[in-house]
């Protein structure tokens, strides 16, 4: 049996006869630059997550680098990322002139921890960006709270987290965070649309979600030119960063399926967890109710040996992420080294993300747990 890791072919032939109906539309307009089809979905997507307003980009990198902007985070400025991410998180941060400051993970959820967080704050510290890995939300009453207290600007990386819902099992922090939608919490939300992302276009888009009005009027200056009314008038040094009308009309029409494939994604998780729970060797991850899994990741010893192992069976595995960031070379000039984050450090050497999208089947979940079982019997 071949189990790839991902299967977006499924997701297109839902979509594709209301798509061609949409794309014909747009062409006979001439709209393919922020026009209806950009507006309608920002609208959809702010309401989908609960927040007031939603600006339309063309990546998640954007989404975050700009976000960054609005905030007014610049040159000697200092914002606080996961070691443990993808790493445009911390790109984001370079590209405004100010510096990424590195902080662990928390080794069950590998989110952000909060601890780690409060104390890589400087005064130089402007800005946070937590994280939502794998399509869990990150502690964000916990990260809320401490941010709030020094004056910090949060900005969610919930490119990974489309519909994924807060949820907090410390019940301490419990705030009126709890049972909101990731993106809808921080000062701006960060989604991409990436076509292998729980939601993704065709091609390469991205959203940003506020609930503030001057934010959201700052980013639609930034992502067009730094327009505001008026074509050729110019307020301030703007990008070239909006989303693709096409793009639109695709995810407009996937929107509609987000829940569901989500729902999908939990109903597979769900399986792996029972089957797996009594493998001694593979740790599973740490659930909350409102994971999306983006990703099913476990975490093992003899992770390299397993991944052959399973590669050989025709099953689809990734590693992600295999360096964290402060151990990157691109970073080497901000003098880390290794030992400085021993969790993500770690994680990096054990995490294996396994099969998952919403159309895999039951019986696929079985034949992987089983050649897992084979894998780890044999190793
Ligand atoms: C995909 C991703 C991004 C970047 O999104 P692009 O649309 O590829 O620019 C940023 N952060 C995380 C965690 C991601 O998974």
Not at 31 to 42: K, Q
Not at 45 to 60: I, K, L, P
Not at 105 to 120: G, H, V
Not at 329 to 342: D, E, I, Q, R, V
């Amino acid at each position: 049996m071949k189990i790839p890791f991902l299967n977006l072919t499924m997701q297109d032939k839902l979509i594709l006869t209301d798509v061609q109906h949409m794309v014909r539309m747009t062409a006979k307009k001439s709209s393919f630059i922020l026009g209806p089809d950009v507006r309608a979905f920002e609208e959809e997507f702010a309401s989908y997550c609960g927040s007031n307003f939603a600006v339309g980009v063309n990546s998640g990198t954007d989404a975050l680098f700009l976000s960054l902007l609005a905030m007014g985070i610049g040159p000697g400025d200092e914002v606080i990322v996961p070691a443990f991410t993808f790493i445009a998180t911390a790109f984001a941060v370079s590209y405004t002139g100010a510096t990424p400051v590195f902080a662990d993970i928390d080794k069950d959820t590998y989110n952000l921890d909060p601890d780690s967080f409060s104390s890589a704050i400087t005064k130089r510290t402007k800005g946070v960006i937590p994280v939502h890995l794998f399509g869990q939300c990150a502690d964000m009453s916990a990260i809320m709270a401490i941010a709030r207290k020094r004056g910090i600007k949060v900005v969610e990386d919930a490119c990974q987290a489309h519909g994924s819902v807060y949820h907090s099992s410390n019940v301490r922090r419990r705030t009126l965070d709890v049972g909101r939608k990731a993106g809808a919490i921080g000062d701006t939300g960060c989604f991409s649309f990436y076509p292998t992302k729980n939601l993704g276009g065709w091609g390469d888009g991205g959203l940003i979600t506020t609930n503030d009005k001057p934010t959201y009027e700052k980013l639609r200056i930034l992502r067009d030119c730094g327009r505001d009314k008026l074509r050729y008038e110019h307020v301030r040094v703007g990008y070239n960063s909006r989303l693709d009308s096409l793009q639109a009309v695709v995810l407009r029409e996937k929107l509609k399926f987000l829940d569901q494939w989500n729902a999908k994604r939990k109903m597979f998780a769900c399986e792996y967890g029972r089957l797996l729970s009594s493998v001694e060797e593979i740790v599973t991850p740490h659930e909350h109710p409102g994971h999306v899994y983006h990703a099913y990741c476990i975490r093992l010893k003899k992770r390299d040996r397993l991944q052959s192992h399973l590669h050989s069976k025709g099953i689809g595995t990734v590693v992600y992420y295999p360096l964290p960031l402060h151990l990157q070379k691109a970073y080497k000039g901000l003098k880390y080294s290794a030992g400085n984050f021993p969790v993500s450090e770690r994680t990096c050497k054990e995490i294996l993300a396994l099969p998952m999208h919403p159309f895999l089947t039951m019986a696929q979940i079985r034949f992987v747990v089983s050649q897992i079982k084979q894998g780890l019997r044999s190793a």
